[in-house]
């Protein structure tokens, strides 16, 4: 039973720490989410301030196209008059000329800027097709985000029916209350770092030996207070500890393995 409550704890530890490992994940999935929607803003007011500049193009281009139309029309009206004027004057007819020439060159310039705002209108749809596509990267992304933290609440909850396995098999060993906080691995790997100190060279203890050695940490109370070369800190509230000054506690181990307490 006992190596069970180890393993489950260790399990419990390890899921805990997978979960935490989701949590960090799901966390910079978000951060990635926001720099994604922040970028798609962005690229929107982009796409706004195009469309604006385009607006302004086609009115610029509209008004060149009505003075053009007046223009024309004068044309027309001063070759009316040449016509009934019977062509008096060549230098109205030169003049004439000239007029012609400049509203021939108002419709080319008019001609170069209906080409600019088409390609203006190009380029707005090509942002729009960018900007969509990064919505649907971003919603790709959510989902995974969504999916990750779905994963992390069913370890959640695995983590949550180990302890309470553990303490089912605590409970039907006699045990009336579970201390959560003695499920830390810190002091289970403190209490092997003192069973392996028991002699100088016990690195791999036989079963027999493991044994020997956790008898006699339990009779002297695990008294090691230079833990500096463990792997953990030491843990004024020592699991071991605790099962040394609670009868209930030694009452478990007993029921667990009795061949442990009994003293050769």
């Known amino acids: 039973m006992l190596k069970v409550s180890i393993g489950a704890v260790q399990h419990v530890w390890s899921m805990l720490k997978v979960s935490i490992g989701a949590v960090q994940h799901v966390w910079r999935m978000l951060k990635v989410s926001i720099s994604a929607v922040q970028h798609v803003w962005r690229m929107l007011n982009v796409s706004i301030s195009a469309v604006q500049h385009v607006w302004r193009m086609l009115k610029v281009s509209i008004g060149a196209v009505q003075h053009l139309w007046r223009m024309l029309k004068v044309s027309i009206g001063e070759v009316q008059h040449v016509w009934r004027m019977l062509k008096v004057s060549i230098c109205a007819v030169q003049h004439l000329c000239r007029m012609l020439k400049v509203s021939t060159g108002a419709v080319q310039h008019v001609w170069w800027m209906l080409k600019v705002s088409i390609g203006a209108v190009q380029h707005v749809w090509r942002m729009l097709k960018v900007s969509i596509g990064a919505v649907q990267l971003v919603w790709r992304m959510l989902k995974v985000s969504i999916g990750a933290v779905q994963h992390v609440w069913r370890m959640l909850k695995f983590s949550i029916g180990a302890v309470q396995h553990v303490w089912r098999m605590l409970k039907d060993a006699g045990l009336n209350y579970l201390e959560t906080q003695n499920l830390n691995q810190d002091l289970l790997a403190n209490t092997f770092v003192v069973i392996l100190l028991h002699r100088v060279s016990f690195n791999n203890p036989t079963l027999g030996q493991f044994v020997d ?52």
């Open 213 to 264: 050695a956790l008898k006699t940490s339990i009779i002297n109370g695990l008294d090691f207070r230079d833990l500096r070369n463990t792997n953990c800190r030491d843990d004024i509230l020592s699991f071991w500890t605790c099962y040394i000054h609670s009868k209930w506690n030694l009452m478990f181990l007993y029921h667990i393995h009795p061949q442990i307490m009994v003293l050769e």
